[in-house]
């Protein structure tokens, strides 16, 4: 009689549990030791498996993570896209199902691969190459990579290193070798899974060196229901908003940033006011917003642009699908309300803009979904001593998306060691070190100033110098030479 393990279904199920539990390592759960098991339950679940039921594994995986994860999705599709519960339920699911097969091509290219011997080779390097392709196809989704959970762990100084691919690879690593310790009794790969584990540990964190003088910043959360804000209403309350919080806390702060689209206006409807604010400030004071520009041509950019003491403008280089820009627009616009939301057909900035320039700060920007690329944000770095991204997460309500956002901030910072600023409409508003730690933060859902002191950073960590190739090289070496041993032990039979 088959044993009840040996049962397709129980393979697909644990596999989806897997997936569920990954979910648990991100915020706000950070229970970030769940990583390794997750991937020991995945890892076992595809052994002896053929490349289809590999590929039925690696689905069940994926849908049991983004099920969980991307939950919050529904939130923005009902709650603010003016669909109703039962079709933003379904569009939910229909995402979760497919960014799941993501995993089932990586997972059956890991069996294609995968050889007798050097199977947990082949694994992680599949498995790392599998998250840069979904950072990259269709625009790319790089949320809830394995690595991103563990800018709190005991190998997060491998971030500055090889940045977060560095970080899933081992984790995908320490997996499998879980798996073959506790199921296969071979104790002998204790040795190395420790060795994953405390050799980081030895490792810095800090690969550059803070400037001697701090600048005073200011990051003003206005707290603006998303619902009326592009009303006449909003707009006069955002006015009146962000301009009583700066007058009244901001301290004469050198550097005071409202968050993404903190006015609903074009820039040059807001220019005026913008101006009357910067002369009741101090003259030293420079002053950043996210606005929405527009141009002779009719094309509307997400941008920051700089008031007072400052210098420069960023417009938004990678748009989100369905909020900013609407792909098959022709076919989709007006099925749903969803499809029709204000301001979602964006153009894009350029990708080799210059930093802004404010008190000797080289602010490097990413506007909200920009800053989980790892590799976009690495490129702003280069050039920049000091991070700024503005967020408008009001778009997700309560749910637990805005605190995976902020979790991925924080391990740009890591990976760059550079202060990062990050300024939202209602949380998290926040200072970061250039460790990754939170300095400082403001209280969600709430009108509020955060004041605090950032430096320049000055020296780069190699993985802003290199960005994720070694990592991915090193990847794809060990993907292939698990294909190498696996045409070797096929040639034998």
Known sequence: MTSLLERPWVGHMIALVAGALTTL???????????PLSIALLYGSLAHTSVRTGAFRGWWFGVGLFATGTSWVYVSIHDFGNTGAVLAGL??????LGLALFYAIAMAIYRLVAPSRLDIIAFAGVWTLGEAFRSWALTGFPWLYLGSAHVDSPIASLAPLGGVYLLSLVVALSGALLWHIVAKRQWLLVAPLLALWLVPLLLPKLWA?????????????????QLIKWTAEGQRTAANTY??????????????????????????????FL????????????????????????????SVISVGASQGEYKKEHLVPFGEYLPLESTLRGIIGFFDLP????????????????????????????????????????????LLTVSNDTWFGHSIGPLQHMQMARLRALENNRYLLRATN????AIVSPRGEIIAHASRFEKA????????????????????????????????????????ERNKH
């Open 343 to 386: 301001m979602s057909s964006f153009g894009t900035g350029n990708g080799d803009q210059p930093p802004l320039l404010a008190h000797g700060l080289r602010l490097g920007v990413a506007i909200c979904y920009e800053i989980v690329y790892p590799d976009l944000v690495r490129q702003r770095a280069k050039d920049a001593n000091v």
């Open 426 to 429: 209602n949380g998290m508003t």
């Open 91 to 96: 569009l939910t699911v229909l995402m979760a």
């Open 209 to 225: 060196t803070p400037s001697d003088t701090p600048v005073s910043v200011s990051l003003v959360q206005g707290n603006l229901a």
């Open 275 to 302: 101006e009357r604010m910067q002369s009741t400030l101090s003259s030293n004071t420079a002053l950043l917003t996210g606005i929405v520009q527009r141009d002779d041509t009719g094309h509307y950019y997400n």
């Open 449 to 488: 100033v955060l004041n605090g002191e950032v430096r320049a950073m000055a020296g780069e960590t190699p993985f802003t110098r290199t960005g994720s190739l070694p990592t991915l090289l090193l990847a794809c070496l060990m993907a292939v030479v698990g294909l190498i041993f696996t045409r070797r």
């Open 243 to 272: 301009a009583g919080l700066t007058r009244e806390q901001s301290n004469d702060a050198e550097l005071v940033i409202w968050p993404e689209t903190a006015l609903p206006m074009f820039e040059d409807q807001a220019r005026p």
């Open 25 to 35: 390592t991100f915020a706000p759960f950070d229970q970030w030791w769940l990583g």
